[in-house]
């Protein structure tokens, strides 16, 4: 009887696990003459997403901050496809700027499929970017968006482009305040509350999809987000540094893991962003497990309220 009750926990575990890792994208393409540019691709989710198109023909042009661990993913892909590797640290908008002038370096003429993947969720302190911007916002939203505005011009020279904004479920718990963008009310406390901590990730990953909503409406090109569902990355490394939260951590292994994808299958939603035809690509659309689903919060007015804010906080940071 206990043998049974264990084989169909077992079974019960198993089947959860499958479900909760689903979303399996089946395109396939020649992806030869493409031209992909994914941001965040030293590890990951990114690394995942930048090999497989590899493997498609597309060339790939990975951005990383940290260029030793993405040596390695370029000596990975340049054993498959044509690969170039640029330095970006997206919570600096000069290493923006100057990742763009590297870019065009290459003497590449478009851009099919713009990829902004980068991520930092959760920074156990307080944290800001050089232009002094609350971390997560800075880096996941403003970096991105002063990116894809610099890559513009070679996003309109290819045919049928677009940008897929990787974002996150946890724009549920966003409160997207514009006279509090950097949520400065706690900038000094020594520990950022958690509640508040992953408001603010929230909130820039609420930027994602608002920034993907607006695009087509400001250059004419196609948009979309997604979450990737939750995956076993390096994304929590801020969390793991904390003692406490690194032994909970530890103590819920077994049961995060029937919860969680590995990269290639949390990179599955993205690549179906990537790779879906363009007509039939919703524009604006929010993805998760491979379909179309419907994001909190999101609407056109604050989109185009995020859009005017951000250029806003650009042409300050360009004046300077
Ligand atoms: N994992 C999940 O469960 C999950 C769920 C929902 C959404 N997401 C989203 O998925 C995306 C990929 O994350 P991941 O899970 O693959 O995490 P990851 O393994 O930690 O990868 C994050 C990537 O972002 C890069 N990055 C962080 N800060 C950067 C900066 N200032 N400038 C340039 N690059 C920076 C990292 O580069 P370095 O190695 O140089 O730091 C790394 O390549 C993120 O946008 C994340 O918000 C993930």
């Known amino acids: 009887m206990c043998i049974f009750c264990i084989l169909g926990l077992a079974l019960f575990l198993w089947l959860l696990h499958i479900y909760m890792t689903g979303g399996v994208c089946k395109i396939k393409k020649d992806l030869n003459g493409k031209i992909v540019f994914i941001t965040g691709a030293n590890t990951g989710i990114g690394k995942e997403t930048a090999l497989q198109l590899g493997m498609m023909g597309a ?185 406490i939260l690194n032994l909970l951590f530890k103590l819920v292994t077994p049961i995060y893991f029937i919860f969680t994808k590995s990269c290639l299958q949390g990179a599955q939603t993205t690549l179906q962003c990537a790779l879906e035809d363009y007509d039939k690509l919703i524009d604006g659309g929010y993805y998760s497990d491979c379909k179309l689903k419907q994001p909190k919060f999101a609407n056109k007015q604050l989109a185009e309220k995020l859009w005017d804010f951000s250029v806003e906080k650009l042409r300050m940071y360009m004046q300077k």
């Open 59 to 243: 060339t790939v042009v990975i951005a990383c901050r940290d260029t030793n661990k993405g040596q390695l993913v370029l000596d990975q892909l340049n054993k498959i496809t044509k690969a170039y590797m640029i330095k970006l640290d997206l919570s600096c908008l000069n290493s923006v700027k100057q990742c763009v002038e590297d870019f065009k370096k290459l003497n590449i003429s478009q851009i099919d499929i713009l990829i902004n993947n980068a991520g930092v969720m959760a920074p156990q302190t307080y944290k800001i970017t050089k232009q002094s911007y609350e971390l997560q916002f800075g880096t996941n939203h403003l970096g991105h968006f002063l990116l894809t505005e610099l890559l513009i011009s070679y996003l309109k020279s290819a045919q049928q482009s677009r940008v897929v904004n990787v974002a996150s479920l946890a724009h549920k718990h966003s409160q997207l305040d514009f006279k509090d963008i950097n949520c400065a009310q706690y900038a000094n406390s020594k520990l950022w509350p958690i509640k508040y901590n992953i408001q603010a990730y929230g909130n820039s990953k609420l930027c994602n999809i608002l920034h993907a909503m607006e695009i087509s409406k400001r250059h004419g090109i196609k948009g979309c987000s997604l979450h990737p569902g939750v995956v076993r990355t390096e994304l929590v490394r801020e969390i793991v540094g904390n003692p």
